[in-house]
C-alpha cells in the first residue's frame, strides 16, 4: 500500500503549501492518531468499543484523504471485535507509513 504515504504527503501539500516542518507535523498527527485507534481495535472486547474505534479510525483517515485506510476501517466496521484479518491489514497498511509510534511496528 505504498500510494497510501503519498496519498498523505499530496493532501497534506494542497492544504498547507509547502512547509516541511507543518507537512511533517500534521503527518506525524495523523500517523499517532491512526496508530492510537488501531491500538484500541486491538484492545477492544466488545462490539460497542470495536465499532467506535474503527468510525474513529475511518473519519481521521477520511479528514487525511487516506482512501486504504477508510477501506480497512469499513471492514473492520463490519467484522467483530479483535478481527485478526482486518488487524493485520491495518498493521501493514501504516507499515507504509515508516514513522509508527514505539510499540506499533
Sequence with gaps: MAYE???LNAALAAA???????????RGAFVESAAR??????RA???????????????????FGVQGIVDLADHALEGAPGDP??????DAAMCDFGDLPAGMQ
Excluded at 498547507?16 to 500534521?26: F, K, Q
Design 5 to 7: 504515504s503519498g496519498a
Design 16 to 26: 498547507v503549501g509547502s512547509d516541511p516542518a507543518l507537512v511533517a507535523e500534521l
Design 85 to 90: 484479518v482486518v488487524l493485520r491489514q491495518l
Design 37 to 42: 485507534q488501531i491500538d484500541l481495535l486491538r
Design 45 to 63: 472486547r466488545c462490539d460497542a468499543n470495536w465499532h467506535f474505534a474503527a468510525l474513529r479510525l475511518k473519519s481521521l483517515a477520511a479528514s
